[in-house]
T-cell receptor, first 113, second 112 residues
Framework: SQKIEQNSEALNIQEGKTATLTCNYT??????LQWYRQDPGRGPVFLLL?????KEKRKERLKVTFDTTLKQSLFHITASQPADSATYLC????????????FGAGTRLAVHP | SQTIHQWPATLVQPVGSPLSLECTVE??????LYWYRQAAGRGLQLLFY??????ISSEVPQNLSASRPQDRQFILSSKKLLLSDSGFYLC???????????FGPGTRLTVL
């Protein structure tokens, strides 16, 4: 069955540095991958979608890469700020069911001043 | 623009009591609708999804049920709550032809 793995340990970085979060998946070749941000007690908010034929996608300080050979996506936040502190989730479409997504457990990012 | 509402925001219920959580979407038609549960420190677990009125797919066998009486209304119910039903319940919608899901603010349910 499909599995998504995100680093369960929190990532602590200093303000101004680049944060890099990893999403690995197995047993699947998804057509796209999405990243969401979730603040405590709130619903996830969509950030970026990258398709299988795209190697990299950018949005302001965010950059996502998608390596279908390694079955891995990297999510980068450059010039990180304390306001970037949140849990970041990656999500893939369920194999054979484009209506559904499977979410990783998320990685908590803490940016310290 | 589209908006998704969930209520109540928080709920404390005794074991064995019934449950009804409501989700409504504004500003779109024929959305796909989803119910997720998120246990503390855990990922999102898909409970139900719907591609149209009266069309419900269940992902996890449990004592919960879902209904979609109107195009933009999705209801999560239980006849008798269990302690294990505690969690953060999230409703989401997606355009029929789109890939991105948009989440509501969630309902924090505590079963005592």
């Amino acid at each position: 069955s499909q599995k998504i793995e995100q680093n369960s340990e929190a990532l602590n970085i200093q303000e101004g540095k680049t944060a890099t979060l990893t999403c690995n998946y197995t047993n699947y070749s998804p057509a796209y991958l999405q990243w969401y941000r979730q603040d405590p007690g709130r619903g996830p908010v969509f950030l970026l979608l990258i398709r299988e034929n795209e190697k990299e996608k950018r949005k302001e300080r965010l950059k996502v890469t998608f390596d279908t050979t390694l079955k891995q996506s990297l999510f980068h936040i450059t010039a990180s700020q304390p306001a970037d502190s949140a849990t970041y989730l990656c999500a893939l479409p369920v194999s054979g069911g484009y209506n559904k997504l499977i979410f990783g457990a998320g990685t908590r990012l803490a940016v310290h001043p | 623009s589209q908006t998704i509402h969930q209520w109540p925001a928080t709920l404390v219920q005794p074991v064995g009591s019934p449950l009804s959580l409501e989700c409504t979407v504004e500003g779109t038609s024929n959305p796909n609708l989803y119910w997720y549960r998120q246990a503390a420190g855990r990922g999102l677990q898909l409970l139900f999804y719907s591609v149209g009125i009266g069309q419900i797919s269940s992902e996890v066998p449990q004592n919960l049920s879902a209904s979609r009486p109107q195009d933009r209304q999705f209801i999560l119910s239980s006849k008798k709550l269990l302690l294990s039903d505690s969690g953060f319940y999230l409703c989401a919608w997606k355009r029929r032809e789109g890939d991105t899901q948009y989440f509501g603010p969630g309902t924090r349910l505590t079963v005592l």
